[in-house]
């Protein structure tokens, strides 16, 4: 089955506990993304990669990293958490930025 | 960059009735527009993608029109159902860059 498996679903952490949000697809899609949802501002891109090493920042990436080691897997990457990274987060992946995007079930970060 | 402006936050219509959604853009012509269906709490979910030479384009009980002259894309359910309830986004291109953008989505409350 065609998927986006995003991990974990939810997590609350302290801030400046660096942690690492996973995501993976078995398209083999080269497009990936990351998004963050918040209430009133709708879904935000963070960074997105066009294929392996090569990424992007998108409209909100202050306070991530990302990587594109492999074109299977898009790690989201939080050096030092802070409460206003709490959020719902979703990774994406397509065949191209300009074909239809398939989401994960979304990651609910909290940080306190 | 690309501002997407998608007609009200909510939209509530009696089952049975056509629900038109807005999605309004500025600055420049996108070379396609998407709509996804999203869930509480679930990834969005792709519906239909409309290109700039398409005017219209159908898919069941779903209508997309594009007229890049309004800067405007319509999206239409017939024949509502209670189970068609959900925030529907429309996401456009970025211009020079690779970046996908979506508007902050319409809630629609189908009423039985």
């Known amino acids: 089955e065609a998927q986006v498996t995003q991990n974990p679903r939810y997590l609350i952490t302290v801030t400046g506990k660096k942690l690492t949000v996973t995501c993976s697809q078995n398209m083999n899609h080269e497009y990936m993304s990351w998004y963050r949802q918040d209430p009133g501002l709708g879904l935000r891109q963070i960074y997105y990669?066009?294929?392996?090493?090569?990424?992007d920042k998108g409209d909100v990436p202050e306070g991530y990293k990302v990587s594109r080691k492999e074109k299977r897997n898009f790690p989201l990457i939080l050096e030092s958490p802070s409460p206003n990274q709490t959020s719902l987060y979703f990774c994406?992946?397509?065949?191209?930025?300009?074909?239809?995007?398939?989401f994960g079930q979304g990651t609910r970060l909290t940080v306190v | 960059s690309q501002k997407i402006e998608q007609n009200s936050e909510a939209l509530n219509i009696q089952e049975g009735k056509t629900a038109t959604l807005t999605c309004n853009y500025t600055n420049y012509s996108p070379a396609y527009l998407q709509w996804y269906r999203q869930d509480p709490g679930r990834g969005p979910v792709f519906l239909l993608l409309?290109?700039?030479?398409?005017k219209e384009k159908r898919k069941e009980r779903l209508k997309v029109t594009f007229d890049t002259t309004l800067k405007q894309s319509l999206f239409h359910i017939t024949a509502s159902q209670p189970a068609d309830s959900a925030t529907y986004l429309c996401a456009l291109p970025g211009a020079g860059s690779y970046q996908l953008t979506f508007g902050k989505g319409t809630k629609l409350s189908v009423i039985p």
């Open positions: 994406a992946s397509s065949s191209s930025r300009d074909e239809k995007a398939f």
């Open positions: 990669s066009m294929n392996v090493e090569v990424t």
């Open positions: 409309i290109r700039e030479n398409e």
